[in-house]
């Protein structure tokens, strides 16, 4: 399941994400989080971010 949630950075302001939980079936205790820019100017912000 995809959900989106907000997130402030004190440069970037803030930056929309869709986020996906996923559990290893072979350890159900581990839990893998995948974040991607939920739009156009989050994923700008984040470029911004990693550029410098």
């Keep these: 399941m995809s959900r989106r949630k907000g997130m402030r950075h004190p440069d970037a302001g803030l930056i929309a994400v869709h986020f996906e939980t996923l559990t ?29």
């Design 24 to 52: 290893p079936l072979q350890d159900p205790d581990q839990l893998l989080v995948i974040h991607r820019a939920a739009d156009v100017e989050s994923q700008s912000a984040l470029d911004g971010l990693f550029a410098g």
